[in-house]
């Protein structure tokens, strides 16, 4: 298979990064190479999500407690 970076190919390069196995197998796989990696990591702290937070729906978690009564019923 053949890793095609997905920015040089968008750019109109060939982007043929490496090929892996199985070497006889011609379909394509995508990735990035080192130097559009490189870019990508420029300047940004690598511990900051690279998303804006506030554009995600938040969730949040619910505990529900029964009561004995319930919990008895249910082993009944």
């Not at 043929?16 to 990591?41: N, W, Y």
Request: net charge negative; proline share 7%; with cysteine.
């Amino acid at each position: 298979m053949k890793v095609i970076c997905s920015w040089c190919q968008r750019e109109g390069r060939s982007g043929l990064v490496r090929e892996k196995a199985p070497l006889a197998d011609p379909r394509e796989t995508h990735g990035i190479c080192s130097d559009h990696f490189q870019q990508m990591a420029v300047g940004r702290d690598p511990l900051v999500p690279g998303y804006d937070e506030s554009s995600l729906p938040r969730h949040e978690s619910v505990v529900v407690r029964r009561s004995d009564l319930a919990a008895a019923a249910c082993y009944e």
